[in-house]
T-cell receptor, first 114, second 111 residues
């Protein structure tokens, strides 16, 4: 099964700073998702991206967040001015090409805001 | 929106024991997956099982879509099975296929 790769694996940032999280999804896939998991809690949907546009976003995805596709293969999640409560694990995901496999998640970026 | 409830929230087993984890969901689904979150935080896809039964080694899963539940069976548990197990669903006809996660079952397997 193809992999979804994320960088960095861990990032520590000062409160108020901008961070950019990166993901390389399964190639040539139109659907793409970002999820967040605060430590010890469940995984929550942030935003979905279809054919180069945001198709849906959750209440969590406020004006501090943005998602872009700077080139044909990479996706980024940007948090403009980080808050302490943004500390979490951030995952990107694709539906797999194999219909019997479901969604493939990246290995995640652990963001720590200090 | 669809609700996903997992039970039990916590489970402690002795190595070698068997266990059953349950996932109830409140509406029809066209995707259901079981994930294992390892100590490094990675989400490992165990099963894609919107209906029926699948087996992979010591793990198996069954989803009864008409009754809106899924079960994950772990046999002969090992310490490496420890971690959090999540059930996640996509609501049938729901919004662009967003996975909705349950709160997970935290499994601890003692040697």
């Amino acid at each position: 099964e193809p992999e979804v790769t994320q960088t960095p694996s861990h990032q520590v940032t000062q409160m108020g700073q901008e961070v950019i999280l990166r993901c390389v999804p399964i190639s040539n896939h139109l659907y793409f998702y970002w999820y967040r998991q605060i430590l010890g809690q469940k995984v929550e949907f942030l935003v979905s991206f279809y054919n180069n546009e945001i198709s849906e976003k959750s209440e969590i995805f406020d004006d501090q967040f943005s998602v872009e596709r700077p080139d044909g293969s990479n996706f980024t999640l940007k948090i403009r001015s980080t808050k302490l409560e943004d500390s979490a694990m951030y995952f990107c995901a694709n539906p797999s090409r194999d219909r019997d496999y479901g969604y493939t998640f990246g290995s995640g970026t652990r963001l720590t805001v200090v | 929106g669809i609700q996903v409830e997992q039970s039990p929230p916590d489970l402690i087993l002795q190595e070698g024991a068997n266990s059953t984890l349950r996932c109830n969901f409140s509406d029809s689904v066209n995707n259901l997956q079981w994930f294992h979150q390892n100590p490094w935080g990675q989400l490992i896809n165990l099963f894609y099982i919107p209906s029926g039964t699948k087996q992979n080694g010591r793990l198996s899963a069954t989803t009864v879509a008409t009754e809106r539940y899924s079960l994950l069976y772990i046999s002969s548990s090992q310490t490496t099975d420890s971690g959090v197990y999540f059930c996640a669903v996509v609501n049938y006809g729901g919004s662009q296929g967003n996975l909705i996660f349950g709160k997970g079952t935290k499994l601890s397997v003692k040697p």
